[in-house]
């Protein structure tokens, strides 16, 4: 009878999350499908009949291709681990101070778009920004060519800081969730039994924050990989992100570049089904 009526909620929420996931179906699925046929050549519209990996071989023969893909997963692996940390330690703070206002400061960013979040950094961190021009009057520096170029460098500085600026905050919301289903009890049986500030982070907090650090890590480095409006902004001309290089060439009006922009997107879709691949096989579920 047990078994019936497991058999009947998995049923019952089969057919309540069954049209989330037809919609997500529809409209992801058919796209990747088409972005893949593309990608191989096959588009009636562009007179496409045949598959062939043409595209592919031009982005593994192209050196500016590789450039950008070690640019985009450092970018994306840097701003995810700063992000991580920061957002770590922003959240045992919030933790000990214990102020719903500070907590509230602390996602001020969160709803604040990336274009204008990329915008406001422009308007700060460049070399005729504002920070520059502060510094100036104070007589740190004698103009802006003294301000160091924080964008629109080869390394993606720029980008990383962006990222950082708008991801920690996140990221520490959703370790602090879990900091508030922890039991300060365990601390104080960790103090009691001799535990050290570092003892009891390893034994007993990190457990506790994990799962949520790894999801939102997760999160995080999925947006940094594919995010295009940030590296447009933000970032250097050459080598630039893979999704710029996608976007640059699906805008390009020679139609011939197509395939190009399609393989380059499934190749995003590739690292990005890795990384979820990567979650599903270590995430908190194992």
């Avoid at 497991?6 to 990747?32: H, I, Y």
């Avoid at 990989?225 to 590296?231: A, F, N, S």
Wanted: with cysteine.
């Amino acid at each position: 009878m047990a078994e019936v009526d497991r058999s009947g909620g998995t049923g019952r929420r089969a057919l309540m999350v069954a049209p989330a996931l037809l919609v997500t179906a529809g409209l992801f699925g058919g796209g990747l499908i088409l972005t893949v046929l593309q990608s191989v050549g096959v588009d009636p519209v562009l007179g496409g009949q045949e598959v062939n990996f043409a595209a592919y071989r031009t982005l593994m023969a192209d050196p500016a291709v590789r450039a950008s893909l070690l640019l985009t997963l450092g970018v994306a692996t840097l701003s995810t681990g700063l992000s991580a940390a920061l957002g770590t330690a922003l959240a045992l703070l919030l933790r000990r101070a214990g102020r719903a206002r500070l907590r509230f400061l602390a996602g001020l960013t969160l709803p604040v778009p990336h274009v204008l979040a990329a915008t406001l950094v422009l308007l700060t961190l460049s070399q005729s920004g504002l920070l520059s021009r502060v510094t100036a009057a104070l007589g740190l520096t004698r103009g802006p060519q003294d301000f160091p170029a924080l964008l629109f460098d080869p390394l993606g500085v720029g980008v990383v800081l962006e990222l950082v600026w708008k991801e920690t905050p996140f990221v520490a919301l959703l370790v602090l969730a879990a900091l508030t289903r922890l039991d300060g009890r365990l601390h104080d049986v960790a103090r009691s039994l001799g535990a050290g500030r570092a003892a009891r982070f390893r034994q007993v907090t990190w457990p506790a924050i994990r799962p949520a650090l790894l999801t939102a890590c997760v999160l995080v480095f999925a947006f940094a990989l594919g995010t295009v409006e940030v590296p447009l902004l933000l970032g250097a001309t050459s080598p630039t992100t893979l999704s710029v290089l996608a976007y640059q060439a699906f805008t390009d009006t020679d139609l011939g570049r197509r395939p190009l922009a399609m393989a380059l997107s499934t190749v995003l879709a590739a690292l990005g089904a890795l990384l979820l691949w990567s979650y599903v096989r270590t995430g908190p579920s194992r």
